[in-house]
């Protein structure tokens, strides 16, 4: 079990730092959206447990196919720049502290969309490549196919759990909010999302005329 709460450890503390997924989650719960934001970072965590699962078996080098990276980096850059034009550009619907119509099964694509997400960025799978050596090279957990799994294993959950944890903190604080203040908020997270879409097209933009 050893193996398990150290990924269970790992995966949540290193989930905290705020993130495009944590903000998608939050801009979610502070509408009270709560299903779908612990769908997106469900899919997230499934995510961490496959390139945990590629890294510490080593297998990471069939998880980065250059043509799937290229794909889902195209794919989340639309996936970003739309949903933040929307939310800092749209008509943001009235905020309210009960049950969402909204928030009803369906919400599958909300699961889709952390895992879209977390593939669009590579340095996900070299961080756990490098996580994997460590807990290896100093023999924190044995290279076995039982150590392996629970370590995979309690780093999805230690993901998710925090995820939860977020969620939590979101909906016991934004009943001190004011209304417009959640409204603000929204949108200043929009314009963060325009401002990684921005950066993930840039970053597109570059390799295209490199390769030219």
Avoid at 53 to 68: D, E, K, R
Avoid at 195 to 208: F, H, N, R, T
Wanted: with cysteine; charged share 15%; glycine share 10%.
């Amino acid at each position: 079990m050893i193996a398990f709460v150290v990924g269970f450890i790992i995966g949540y503390v290193t989930t905290i730092p705020i993130g495009p997924i944590n903000l998608a989650v939050v801009m979610k719960a502070l509408r009270n959206h709560t299903a779908q934001a612990l769908m997106i970072g469900t899919g997230s965590a499934l995510m961490d447990v496959l390139y945990c699962s590629a890294a510490v078996f080593g297998i990471g080098s069939l998880v980065s196919n250059p043509t799937l990276d290229t794909i889902f980096r195209v794919s989340t850059f639309g996936i970003f720049f739309v949903y933040g034009v929307k939310t800092t550009f749209g008509k943001l619907p009235e905020t309210h502290f009960q049950p969402s119509d909204e928030d009803v099964p369906g919400f599958k694509r909300y699961f889709l969309l952390g895992m879209a997400m977390y593939f669009s960025n590579p340095s996900f799978l070299a961080y756990w490549i490098t996580i994997g050596g460590i807990v290896h090279g100093y023999r924190v957990i044995e290279p076995t196919l039982i150590d392996n799994s629970l370590f995979a294993l309690g780093t999805g959950v230690g993901v998710t759990v925090w995820f939860f944890t977020l969620v939590e903190l979101v909906e016991r604080q934004k009943v001190k909010f004011e209304i417009d203040r959640i409204r603000k908020i929204t949108r200043f997270f929009g314009l963060i999302l325009l401002i990684v879409s921005a950066v993930l097209g840039w970053d597109l933009v570059k390799e295209y005329l490199l390769q030219r």
